[in-house]
Antibody, heavy 120, light 107 residues
């Protein structure tokens, strides 16, 4: 069974930094691209970032480009999101998500999310 | 950026009725459109990918159609567990984008 467990969400001040982690299990992690998607409280879904299977290619939403960095450690079955220069509008539930086997831009499984609150 | 507009924002129906949800793209996404279901307090679940392909384990009452800029998710006969928020998502262009959602509520 695919399991994705996010951690690292906390309350942080504007301008601060944070690293989110996602522990993956139940599938061969290094075969799949992975995503981060966020959802502000009471709002819709916003795609944040994608990393391919070996970390060689990464993609970002314009709203986070230059501030967030996605990475992965296949030896630890883990996905990360380094978040710098945080803003109030980054407040959201951050989901780690797995791509379909042959379609890197399509998500088939999601974690339960970790809440990031940016507030002074 | 491709903007996806979902309609209606809220749909009120009774169990057993047919639901038709719409997603319109600001430019063509070919057939690279997915539908997700999200229940309160839960993560989204993939229902349909590439416009008309049901994901693993998704009941046959869910179907998707469309191409280009206009897409439809149809639930043929609503079950109590189908009342949720539904999102469309395109993967034709960067960045990947989602629609704003349609809330399907019990009438």
């Amino acid at each position: 069974e695919v399991q994705l467990v996010e951690s690292g969400g906390v309350v942080v001040q504007p301008g601060g930094s944070l690293r989110l982690s996602c522990a993956a299990s139940g599938f061969t992690f290094d075969y799949y691209a992975m995503h981060w998607v966020r959802q502000a409280p009471g709002k819709g879904l916003e795609w944040v970032s994608l990393i391919n299977w070996d970390g060689g290619s990464t993609y970002y939403a314009d709203s986070v480009k230059g501030r967030f960095t996605i990475s992965r450690d296949n030896s630890k079955n883990s996905l990360y999101l380094q978040m710098n220069s945080l803003r109030a509008e980054d407040t959201a539930l951050y989901y780690c998500a797995k791509a379909l086997p042959t379609v890197t831009t399509m998500i088939d499984y999601w974690g339960q999310g970790t809440l990031v609150t940016v507030s002074s | 950026e491709i903007v996806l507009t979902q309609s209606p924002p809220t749909l009120s129906l009774s169990p057993g009725e047919r639901a038709t949800l719409s997603c319109r793209a600001s430019q063509t996404v070919n057939n690279y459109l997915a539908w997700y279901q999200q229940k309160p307090g839960q993560a989204p679940r993939l229902l349909i990918y590439d416009a008309s392909n049901r994901a693993t384990g998704i009941p046959a009452r869910f179907s998707g159609s469309g191409s280009g800029t206009d897409f439809t998710l149809t639930i043929s006969s609503l079950e109590p567990e189908d009342f949720a928020v539904y999102y469309c998502q395109q993967r034709n262009n960067w960045p990947l984008t989602f629609g704003q959602g349609t809330r399907l509520e019990i009438k």
